[in-house]
T-cell receptor, first 115, second 112 residues
Framework: SQQGEEDPQALSIQEGENATMNCSYKTSINNLQWYRQNSGRGLVHLILIRSNEREKHSGRLRVTLDTSKKSSSLLITASRAADTASYFC???????????????FGQGTILTVHP | DTGVSQDPRHKITKRGQNVTFRCDPISEHNRLYWYRQTLGQGPEFLTYFQNEAQLEKSRLLSDRFSAERPKGSFSTLEIQRTEQGDSAMYLC??????????FGQGTRLTVV
């Protein structure tokens, strides 16, 4: 079963605009990760944020984490047509146990950036 | 290229046939995972290996599914007596204790 939900399910924007995707989850987590997937391909890791972190940046990506609300957001600034892909959040959550990296994914947001 | 290789990339099989997929992880990674992804959904966890030991299996992994990692390096996932509901992308990932998971390109299975 999916750990969380992503919102929106689909997002269509113009090149140069910012894209924000949200993820909610249900259980306590060790960390939350964002992945990107081009159509029919494997997943590419974008960024990892630990449960004791609130914000993290990587290039044009900014991720926030609010553990009190069990939610995270991914912001892509100055989007490009090449950013067109599906974006997934994934949680590493082993309540009461030692994490071994098992991930539970959301359903994803399909981002389309028009040139 | 993440360094994780999966073979084949595509497999079309008739219902009732057996299929086997292979995953070659990043060599220094002791953790290996299999996930299944259906159209429009996120990947779902199937099973996890630490070295050669299979430490967790999802209830999604019915008796027709078996996975091995005989020498703690490559892994195979076999599906016996395939059903149309097995059609999906099968993803392999590897990691170590200090890294994120690196995914392969996946094997897309179509059961006709």
């Amino acid at each position: 079963s999916q750990q969380g939900e992503e919102d929106p399910q689909a997002l269509s924007i113009q090149e140069g605009e910012n894209a924000t995707m949200n993820c909610s989850y249900k259980t306590s987590i060790n960390n939350l990760q964002w992945y990107r997937q081009n159509s029919g391909r494997g997943l590419v890791h974008l960024i990892l944020i630990r449960s004791n972190e609130r914000e993290k940046h990587s290039g044009r990506l900014r991720v926030t984490l609010d553990t009190s609300k069990k939610s995270s957001s991914l912001l892509i600034t100055a989007s490009r047509a090449a950013d067109t892909a599906s974006y997934f959040c994934a949680t590493d959550a082993v309540p009461g146990g030692t994490s071994y990296g098992k991930l539970t994914f959301g359903q994803g947001t399909i981002l389309t950036v028009h040139p | 290229d993440t360094g994780v290789s999966q073979d084949p990339r595509h497999k079309i099989t008739k219902r009732g046939q057996n299929v086997t997929f292979r995953c070659d992880p990043i060599s220094e990674h002791n953790r290996l995972y299999w996930y299944r992804q259906t159209l429009g959904q996120g990947p779902e966890f199937l099973t996890y290996f630490q070295n050669e030991a299979q430490l967790e299996k999802s209830r999604l992994l019915s008796d027709r599914f078996s996975a091995e990692r005989p020498k703690g390096s490559f892994s195979t996932l076999e599906i016996q007596r395939t059903e149309q509901g097995d059609s999906a992308m099968y993803l392999c990932a590897s990691s170590s204790a200090n890294t994120e998971a690196f995914f392969g390109q996946g094997t897309r299975l179509t059961v006709v």
